[in-house]
């Protein structure tokens, strides 16, 4: 019989892993799945699953599709709670994807009222008035305004999710978060009776994410970041209906190591110039890569040749000017596209070779790496940074995966995702 609880909906792999750690963290049995079809593969003993699409990018109705698909199929595992999730960055377009996957699952739950919180303090996200914030800046001050995919240019979430969304949009303040749970939920209540539909709900600490989590106990939608991930657990374990065991030992997994970096987040440069002072760093030129130029092949040898000896690093990123530069000459989705299959067959091509061990920064590469490498399922292990687990794949080959949103970890996050995972 399924101990399911909590079903899952992730628009990116990275997010996904993001949301899976901090469930494990909080005390349920956690496995991640690969796409729709991966539920499949999603164990009996697994209290929450969260399903990795790659729906953040692609066109709203196909977002919608694939993310319904995969609620109805954790509903039908037993899920009790639907939790969409997405990037605290909000990163997305004023066509979608947010809100219209969230207009889908209130429809398809029939919760009638959701909340919007991608708080995140642990990594700088929080909301304000409806506002949300990087550290000390307005989101379209950060460096997310230069997003390569999804620019972000509006701070204020509000109008933003009202530009998406056929769901008329509200506000809980922080005011009232600070007041404790039995605000916030008499707060839903007066939105609910104005037919507001949603609402983004300020938080700027993992105090007042606890006390929006406990607020959400009888909805049967949650939409947010990770963040509010760790209150939603908490329900459960207080209703004695999940053990609360933090369990996330992990088999250790034998191989060459590899590590493939395709954000272009400052976060990530910074760490690629970190890991340049211990291990290679070979360049994928995503320039002469749209003229035309196979790199893969020489990418491919030049690890090869020190496969089993040290690891590798291959990196696309490149500042921002760089990026756009690319990007206006030969367009930002032909040259996202095109870096993601070079990832993609340099990733199965070592894998072939026999590497087991994979570290990947940005969540459009992590989700072709993952593609190519065949895994369909992963156990949650320890967490190498915040938001950012170790993990091992479930099938017929076994992969030892650490996969980061470009924004996540510390400078030097390739190392220490070698030290962590097992």
């Known amino acids: ?26 005390g349920l049995h956690t496995v991640q799945t690969i796409g729709p079809e991966g539920l499949d593969h999603a164990p009996d003993d697994a209290e929450a699953v969260v399903a990795a699409l790659k729906s953040r990018s692609i066109e709203p109705a196909e977002a919608v599709r694939m993310s319904v698909d995969a609620w109805r199929r954790l509903k ?8 969409f999730k997405y990037c605290s960055t909000f990163d997305s377009t004023d066509r979608g994807n947010i809100g219209p996957v969230m207009d889908a699952l209130l429809e398809e739950t029939g919760a009638g009222f959701t909340i919007a919180s991608p708080s995140f303090p642990e990594t700088g996200r929080t909301v304000y008035q409806g506002n949300l914030f990087v550290w000390s800046q307005p989101l379209n001050e950060s460096p997310l305004k230069d997003h390569p995919l999804n620019p972000m240019r509006d701070a204020n979430l509000v109008r933003v999710l009202e530009r998406q969304s056929r769901t008329r949009i509200g506000l809980v303040d922080w005011q009232t978060v ?8 008499a707060a839903f209540d007066v939105l609910r009776k104005a037919s507001i539909g949603a609402a983004v709900v300020d938080a700027l600490t993992l105090g007042d994410l606890a006390a929006i989590g406990s607020a959400c106990r ?3 939608l949650v939409t947010g970041a990770s963040g ?3 209150g939603i657990a908490r329900n459960f374990i207080e209703a004695g209906l999940a053990s609360g065991r933090n369990a996330t030992d992990l088999p250790a997994v034998a191989g060459p190591e590899v590590l493939l970096a395709g954000s272009c987040s400052p976060a990530t440069l910074a760490q690629v110039e970190a890991a340049g002072q211990r291990y290679p760093v070979l360049r994928l030129d995503v320039d002469a890569l749209l003229a035309g130029t196979d790199m893969v092949p020489a990418l491919h040898d030049a690890v090869m040749a020190e496969f089993g000896h040290r690891p590798v690093l291959v990196a696309s990123s490149a500042p921002p000017d760089s990026v756009r530069t690319v990007q206006d000459r030969h367009g930002r989705e032909e040259a996202g596209r095109r870096v993601e299959e070079a990832f993609a067959r340099l990733a199965q091509g070592l894998a072939e070779a ?3 061990r994979f570290v990947v920064a940005g969540g459009e590469t992590s989700g072709a790496v993952v593609d190519a490498l065949g895994v369909k399922a992963l156990r949650i292990g320890p967490e190498i940074a915040p938001g950012v687990p170790a993990t091992v794949s479930l099938g017929p080959v076994t992969y030892a995966l650490a996969l980061k949103s470009g924004n996540f970890g510390g400078p030097n996050f390739f190392s220490d995702a070698l030290e962590v995972m097992p």
């Open 1 to 26: 019989m399924s101990r399911l609880l909590l079903g899952c909906v992730a628009d990116d792999y990275t997010g996904a892993s993001d949301l899976a750690n901090t469930l494990a963290k909080a």
């Open 76 to 83: 039908g595992l037993g899920a009790r709670q639907c939790y």
């Open 178 to 185: 600070t007041q404790g749970p039995d605000a916030v939920r």
């Open 218 to 220: 009888d909805l049967s």
């Open 228 to 230: 509010l991930a760790g």
């Open 354 to 356: 026999g590497a087991r």
